[in-house]
């Protein structure tokens, strides 16, 4: 199956401004990543959003789900497990140490949200069941899964049409593991894969090629 697939780099957010490898709780984006959001959302407008023929995703964090939010307000955009990225080793003990990324109610995750969205409903970020628990809140062991673009790409082939357009909003990490890529990404970076002639990436075909189209100008 071929598909029409875009990576965005999460916008700026708290962690990337103080320098931060890890941080107590799961940080919103900051001024500077709104307005890189809203650049962002300009050029999706005039270069990919033509035509109803696309679906969104993002990660459970924060910075992922206000980017695509604000980017793309008039779609549906789904949220999913695996496209989470997590810390080093070390890292990790440090902050379960701290008490950093506990699970959040996504009641009062979405009224922070709210700072950023105001006109936008919430409810198009679908919450996939198997994050959550009874209680509502984000399962513990999904903040200890690190997420895999493959992996999400084989677990939903199935609902992929042909030659759909796919925008998943995500982390650098996952991206440059994807693309095999050294080099870090500016925040907001929007990237073009695909891996043959007619600029579609085939699911069957691991052989990548990508081309950076959008880098915020703040």
């Given at each position: 199956m071929k598909i029409d697939l875009y990576l965005v780099r999460h916008a700026e957010s708290q962690i990337n401004k103080n320098k931060l490898r890890f941080f107590k709780q799961d940080p919103h984006i900051t001024e500077k990543g709104l307005k890189q959001c809203l650049?962002?959302?300009t050029y999706i407008k005039k270069n990919i959003l033509p035509g109803k023929n696309l679906k969104?995703?993002?990660s459970i964090l924060l910075r992922t789900q206000e980017t695509s939010l604000l980017s793309i307000p008039r779609k549906k955009i789904y949220v999913s497990n695996y496209l989470k990225e997590i810390e080093n080793?070390?890292?990790?003990?440090?902050n379960l140490k701290l008490?950093?990324?506990s699970t959040r109610n996504?009641?009062?995750?979405r009224e922070?949200?709210?700072?950023?969205?105001?006109?936008i409903s919430l409810n198009r970020l679908v919450i996939n069941p198997d994050i959550i628990d009874k209680k509502n809140n984000y399962k513990k062991k999904i903040y200890n899964q690190q997420g895999d673009l493959n992996i999400f790409l084989e677990k939903n082939k199935e609902n992929f049409k042909e030659n759909e357009?796919?925008?998943?909003?995500?982390h650098g990490k996952l991206?440059?593991?994807?693309?095999?890529r050294e080099e870090k990404l500016k925040n907001c970076s929007l990237i073009h894969v695909y891996n043959n002639k007619d600029k579609l990436f085939n699911l069957e075909n691991n052989k990548k090629k990508y081309k950076i189209l959008f880098e915020p100008s703040s």
């Open positions: 650049e962002l959302k969104c995703f993002c080793k070390f890292e990790k003990r440090l008490g950093n990324f996504i009641k009062k995750q922070r949200l709210k700072k950023y969205t105001e006109n357009k796919i925008i998943i909003f995500c991206i440059r593991d994807f693309l095999h």
